[in-house]
C-alpha cells in the first residue's frame, strides 16, 4: 500500500523543487513591489510552490490569494496557472476533490488553445486524481492524453514525465515486465540528452518499488541512484523519500528492525512537513510494525493520528490503508471481531472485484481476513475469502512477475555471450583464412611486386595528368560563376531601381503594382541567387577564407531568427527556440554564420505547411556550436537525403527554389570544419544536425578580425554598463542614444555597436521605451516596431506628438518587411525605417547623419541674428513649441528677474526637459538660449531705434553694462558700441 501513495505524490510534484526559506524570503521582498494583479499572481505563484515543500499551512494562505486573483483578472493564461499551482496544494492536503475542481478549471480555459505542454501537464494530474478516487476509466484516458499532448508538444522532459504515468498503469496491474520497460526508457531518454531531471529519480524510485515488490536486493540498487541525485540537489524531501522507500524494502523482506529504524529516522520531516496522506502512510506503517513486534502501546497512538487525518479528508488511498493498519493491529492482539470488521471496511474502500488495479494490496487485505475468520472458527467465510484469495493469486501470477527480475537480469548478459560468440568464431575462421593466404601471398609475392610497381608508375604519371585537367576544369568553372555573377548584377541594377521607382508612383493599378511588385521579387530573388553561386565558386576556388571574429555566438544566432518569427507567424507556425550558453564567445565568421542561418530556418519555413512547428536549438558546448532545426512536412526519402546537398537538386519540384541554399550552407560548415547531416521521417518531419569549431586554431586559412582600438574621445564615455537612468549626465559631449527592442540579444549587440560613441538607455518595451524618452530626452531613438505592452508605431506616434520629444529622430528595426509597412511607420514621423537583417554600418551612418542634420540647423541659429520658428523647427509640434517659447520671451525677455526656473514653469516642462528640448533645437542651454535671445533683441534694438547703448542692455534684462558689453562682443565679435556704428 505504502507503494502506491509514493508514486503518487513524487508523480504530481515533476518540475517542484523544493528550494529554501531565503528564497522565499527573497520572493516576498518582491511581492512588496508589485503593482499590478498580473505581476502579484505571478510572484504568490512562485511563493506557493516554494512552500508547499515547507510548510502547508503557510502555503494555505497564498492558496487563497492566488484563487481570489485567478477569478477575476482578464489573463487568461495567468488564470491557468493560478488554477493549476492552486490545485497542487489540495493535493498535497489530501483534497482531492478540490484539486480535480481546480485543474478541469484549468483546462477549461485552455480549449481550443495549443499550449500543449501545459495540457499534458494537466491531464497527467487529472490522471493522477483520478486514480486516487479509484476512478480507473478517467485515470487510462487521461494518461493517454498526457502522451499524446506531449508528443504535440516536442517537449523531451514533458514526454517523460507523462511516459512515468503511463508506465503507471502496467505496474499497479502488477505488469512488471511493460512498466519496466517504460522507466526503462526514461532513463535511456535522459543518457541520450545528457541530463538529470526530476522524471529520472522517480523512473528510479519506481523501479525499486517493482523490485522491492519482488523481494530483490536490487531495490536498494536504484535507491542509491536517486539519493545520490537528492542529494547533490540538496533536495530534502526527495532524500527523505529515498529513506522511507528503504523502509518498505525491508518490510517487504520481514526484517521489522530495520524497518522501524527508517521509519523513525523520516517521521520528524514528514510531521514537520504536514502534508495528511504521506503521513497516515508512516503512521500506519509505524503502527503495523510495531504490531507486528507486540508494542501494541507504540503501535495504538499512530493508528488514532492516522485515523484523525482521514476522517477529515477524502482521500480513498490513505483511508483504506489505516483501515487496514487497524485490521492488522486487532488481529496481532487477537480481538478477532474487531480485526473482521476493519479488515471488510478495507475491503470496501478498496477498489472493487473485477478491475486489475491493486490486486496485491486486495490480496493483503484478504490474507488478514481470512486469518481472521479461521481464528474464530468460522471456516464458511474464511473460505469464501480464500476462494477470493485464490482468484487474486491468479491474477497476479498471470503476469509471470516472478520470472521478471531473471528475465532483467540476464538479458544483457545472454546477448553479450551471444557476441563473444560469434566473435570467437569469426577469430577462427579469420585465422584459418589467414594461414591459407600466407601461402598463397608467399607464392605470388615477386609477381605481385613487379606487377604493383609497374601499375604504380604507370597510375602515378596518369594521375598527374588527371589532377591537371581537374585543376583548369575547377579553375575555368570558378572563373566562369564568378564572371557571370559579376555580369548580372549591373542589369539587375538597372532592372530594381525603375521598378521601384514606378511602385512609388500613387496612381499606379492595383494589376501594374502587382505585377510590378512580382518583378522586383523576383529581381531580388535572382539577385540572391547569384551571390550565392559568387561564394561558392568562391569556395570552391579557395579564394573565400573566413573572417573570423570573436564574438558571442547564441546572440548572433537569436537575432538572425528573431527576424523570421514574423514569417512563421503569417502561416501560423508554431517556431520554437530553445538557444543555451548566451555568454559564451568564439570564433566565427559572422557573414557565414548568418547565411548558414538563413538558408536552413528559411528551407524550413518553405517545406512548412500551414499550422506546422519549426524548433530550432542552438548550444555550445566544448568549443563547438551545435544547430539542431526541425520541421514538420512532407519529409524525405532516402534517395533525397543523400542528394541534399548537391548543388541544383530541388527536393519537391512543385515547390519553389533553386537548390543553390543548402549546397551553400554545406561549404561554409565544411570552411568552418564543421559538419552537417540531414534525417527525416517521411511524411512526418525533417531536421538538420550541424556542427561547428569556434576554437581559431582549427579553422585554416582563416583572416583574424581583431576589435579595433576605441579612438580616445574628450568625455569619458561609458564602454562597461548602461548609464545609470537616475543619474544621467546632461552635461556630457556624447549624445545620448536610447534603444527600444525586447529582444534581450538585439538589443546587446546593439549596446555594444554603439557604446563607444554614445551614450546608451536601453529599454525592453514601448511603454519602458516612453517614459525613458520623457525623463532623459535622448538625442536620437533606435526602436523595434513588435514588442510587448506599446510597439514602435505606437511609441513614435506618442513622442513626435509631444512638444517635449517631438524633435527625437527615430529609426524604426523591424522584420515587418514590406513597402506598406515602410510607409505606415513614415508616415507616422519616424525618421528611417530599416528591415532586418540590417547593415550595421548603414545604421551607424544613418544614426550619424540624422544627429547631423540637427547640428546643422542648431549651427545655423547660432550664427543667424534672427530666424524664425519654421527655419529651425523639424516637426509641427517643435514649431507650436517654438512659437509657445517666443511668446513668454516677448513677454518676460526684458525682465532681469526672468531665469530659468520661471522659464521652464511657463513652458510647463522640468529644467532638464526644457533644457534637453532647447539644446536639441539650437545646440545651446536653457541659459545660454536665454541670453542669446537677449543679445539678439539688443542687436535690433542697436539696429532699428535710436537708444542709448548704455541703456540698452538695460531694456533687454541685462543689470551689469559691462557684463551685457563682454557677451555681446562674444556673439558679434565687437562691442555695442561699434556694432551701432556699423550697421547705422
Not at 710 to 735: A, F, G, M, Q, W
Not at 791 to 815: M, V
Not at 929 to 946: G, M
Amino acid at each position: 500500500m505504502k507503494k502506491i501513495i509514493t508514486m503518487l505524490i513524487i508523480l504530481f510534484t515533476i518540475g517542484l523543487q523544493g528550494q529554501s526559506l531565503k528564497k522565499i524570503d527573497s520572493l516576498k521582498t518582491i511581492l512588496l513591489k508589485t503593482n499590478t494583479d498580473d505581476q502579484h499572481l505571478e510572484v504568490i505563484n512562485s511563493i506557493l510552490l516554494e512552500y508547499l515543500f515547507v510548510s502547508l499551512d503557510s502555503a494555505k494562505i497564498y492558496k487563497d490569494k492566488i484563487i481570489k486573483i485567478s477569478n477575476k483578472i482578464d489573463n487568461k493564461d495567468l488564470a491557468v496557472k493560478g488554477f493549476n499551482v492552486s490545485s497542487n496544494y489540495f493535493y498535497y492536503n489530501s483534497e482531492i476533490d478540490s484539486s480535480l475542481f481546480y485543474v478541469k478549471k484549468a483546462l477549461s480555459l485552455l480549449k481550443d488553445s495549443d499550449n500543449y505542454k501545459l495540457q499534458s501537464d494537466l491531464y497527467r494530474k487529472l490522471a493522477i486524481l483520478s486514480v486516487t478516487n479509484s476512478d480507473f476509466e478517467g485515470y487510462e484516458k487521461y494518461s493517454n492524453q498526457a502522451m499524446e499532448h506531449a508528443v504535440l508538444a516536442d517537449d523531451w522532459t514533458l514526454y517523460c514525465s507523462a511516459l512515468i504515468v503511463f508506465a503507471n498503469q502496467s505496474f499497479r496491474k502488477n505488469d512488471y515486465s511493460k512498466a519496466l520497460k517504460h522507466y526503462i526508457q526514461v532513463d535511456s531518454i535522459h543518457t541520450a540528452n545528457d541530463s538529470i531531471t526530476r522524471n529520472l529519480t522517480l523512473a528510479y524510485e519506481n523501479i525499486s518499488l517493482i523490485y522491492i515488490d519482488l523481494k530483490n536486493e536490487k531495490a536498494l540498487e536504484y535507491l542509491d541512484k536517486s539519493q545520490k541525485i537528492h542529494e547533490k540537489s540538496s533536495n530534502e524531501a526527495g532524500i527523505n523519500n529515498t529513506n522511507r522507500l528503504r523502509a518498505s524494502y525491508y518490510s517487504k523482506i520481514e526484517d521489522t528492525k530495520k524497518t522501524i529504524f527508517f521509519l523513525n529516522k523520516v517521521l520528524p520531516f514528514y510531521e514537520s512537513y504536514g502534508e495528511p496522506t504521506k503521513l497516515v502512510e508512516i503512521y500506519t506503517a509505524l503502527a503495523r510494525n510495531y504490531s507486528l513486534t507486540g508494542e501494541f502501546d507504540k503501535a495504538e497512538p499512530l493508528l488514532k493520528k492516522a485515523k484523525l487525518i482521514t476522517d477529515t479528508n477524502s482521500n480513498k488511498i490513505a483511508k483504506n490503508q489505516m483501515q487496514y493498519s487497524y485490521g492488522v493491529f486487532y488481529l496481532r492482539k487477537k480481538m478477532f471481531h474487531e480485526a473482521i470488521r476493519y479488515f471488510n471496511e478495507a475491503q470496501n474502500t478498496a477498489p472493487p472485484q473485477g478491475t486489475e488495479y491493486y490486486l496485491g494490496e486486495r490480496k493483503e487485505i484478504s490474507q488478514g481476513l481470512s486469518l481472521a475468520y479461521a481464528s474464530i472458527k468460522n471456516y464458511k467465510m474464511a473460505y469464501q475469502v480464500n476462494q477470493r484469495l485464490l482468484s487474486l493469486n491468479d491474477s497476479i501470477n498471470s503476469q509471470n512477475k516472478e520470472k521478471i527480475t531473471t528475465e532483467l537480469e540476464t538479458k544483457y548478459q545472454t546477448a553479450q555471450k551471444e557476441q563473444e560468440i560469434t566473435l570467437l568464431k569469426s577469430q577462427n575462421e579469420l585465422a584459418e583464412q589467414q594461414k591459407r593466404s600466407q601461402r598463397n601471398l608467399f607464392m605470388g609475392v615477386i609477381i605481385i611486386t613487379t606487377l604493383a610497381g609497374m601499375f604504380l608508375f604507370i597510375l602515378y604519371r596518369n594521375r598527374q595528368k588527371t589532377n591537371k585537367k581537374l585543376k583548369e576544369l575547377d579553375t575555368a568553372k570558378s572563373h566562369f560563376f564568378s564572371n557571370i555573377s559579376h555580369e548580372l548584377r549591373t542589369p539587375l541594377a538597372l532592372i530594381s531601381t525603375p521598378i521601384q521607382n514606378k511602385l512609388m508612383e500613387a496612381d499606379l493599378t492595383e494589376k501594374d503594382r502587382a505585377d510590378f511588385g512580382l518583378v522586383l521579387n523576383n529581381s531580388n530573388r535572382i539577385a540572391e541567387l547569384v551571390n550565392q553561386l559568387l561564394d561558392i565558386s568562391k569556395i570552391e576556388a579557395g579564394s573565400m577564407p573566413l573572417s573570423l571574429q570573436k564574438v558571442k555566438p547564441i546572440q548572433q544566432i537569436n537575432a538572425i531568427i528573431k527576424d523570421f518569427e514574423y514569417a512563421a507567424g503569417l502561416k501560423n507556425i508554431n517556431f520554437l527556440t530553445y538557444l543555451n550558453n548566451h555568454d559564451i564567445q568564439g570564433w566565427i565568421d559572422r557573414d557565414a554564420i548568418y547565411k548558414i542561418v538563413n538558408n536552413l530556418v528559411s528551407n524550413a519555413l518553405k517545406y512548412t505547411s500551414e499550422n506546422g512547428s519549426i524548433i530550432f536549438n542552438a548550444h555550445i558546448k566544448k568549443e563547438k556550436l551545435s544547430i539542431h532545426i526541425k520541421n514538420t512536412g512532407e519529409g524525405l526519402t532516402k534517395e533525397q537525403q543523400q542528394l541534399v546537398f548537391k548543388r541544383f537538386y530541388q527536393t519537391h519540384s512543385s515547390q519553389s527554389g533553386s537548390g543553390i541554399g543548402l549546397a551553400l550552407v554545406n561549404q561554409l560548415v565544411k570552411l568552418h570544419q564543421g559538419t552537417i547531416t540531414v534525417d527525416s521521417n517521411l511524411g512526418e518531419w525533417t531536421s538538420f544536425n550541424l556542427s561547428i569549431s569556434l576554437d581559431k586554431k582549427s579553422i585554416k586559412n582563416a583572416t583574424i578580425i581583431k576589435d579595433l582600438p576605441t579612438p580616445t574621445p574628450t568625455h569619458k564615455p561609458v564602454t562597461e554598463k548602461l548609464i545609470d537612468r537616475s543619474e544621467l549626465n546632461t552635461n556630457t559631449e556624447l549624445p545620448i542614444l536610447l534603444i527600444v527592442e525586447d529582444n534581450q540579444d538585439l538589443n546587446k549587440l546593439l549596446q555594444d555597436s554603439f557604446k563607444d560613441q554614445y551614450q546608451i538607455i536601453s529599454c525592453k518595451d514601448g511603454k519602458e521605451g516612453y517614459d525613458m524618452a520623457i525623463k532623459h530626452i535622448p538625442d536620437i531613438i533606435i526602436s523595434d516596431i513588435m514588442m510587448p505592452k506599446k510597439d514602435g508605431i505606437q511609441l513614435t506616434n506618442e513622442l513626435k506628438n509631444d512638444e517635449r520629444t517631438s524633435h527625437i529622430p527615430i529609426i524604426l528595426l523591424t522584420a515587418r518587411a514590406g513597402e506598406e509597412n515602410e510607409l505606415s511607420g513614415l508616415q507616422i514621423g519616424a525618421d528611417d525605417y530599416i528591415t532586418k537583417p540590417y547593415n550595421q554600418k548603414i545604421l551607424a551612418t544613418k544614426v550619424s547623419n540624422l544627429l547631423s542634420i540637427r547640428k546643422k540647423l542648431q549651427l545655423r541659429y547660432s550664427q543667424e541674428v534672427f530666424l524664425t520658428t519654421k527655419e529651425i523647427a523639424v516637426t509641427p509640434v517643435d514649431e507650436n513649441f517654438l512659437n509657445r517659447v517666443q511668446k513668454v520671451l516677448d513677454t518676460q525677455l526684458v525682465e532681469s528677474s526672468f531665469n530659468i526656473e520661471e522659464f521652464s514653469k511657463a513652458i510647463g516642462m522640468s529644467r532638464m526637459q526644457l533644457h534637453r528640448k532647447i539644446k536639441a533645437l539650437t545646440g545651446l542651454t536653457s541659459s545660454e538660449f536665454v541670453r542669446s535671445q537677449r543679445l539678439k533683441l539688443a542687436a535690433q534694438l542697436l539696429k532699428s531705434s535710436d537708444t542709448n547703448v548704455s541703456q540698452v542692455g538695460y531694456a533687454v534684462g541685462f543689470n551689469d553694462h559691462s557684463y551685457f558689453t563682454k557677451c555681446f562682443k562674444e556673439m558679434y565679435k565687437c562691442t555695442p558700441s561699434e556694432y551701432a556704428t556699423k550697421v547705422n
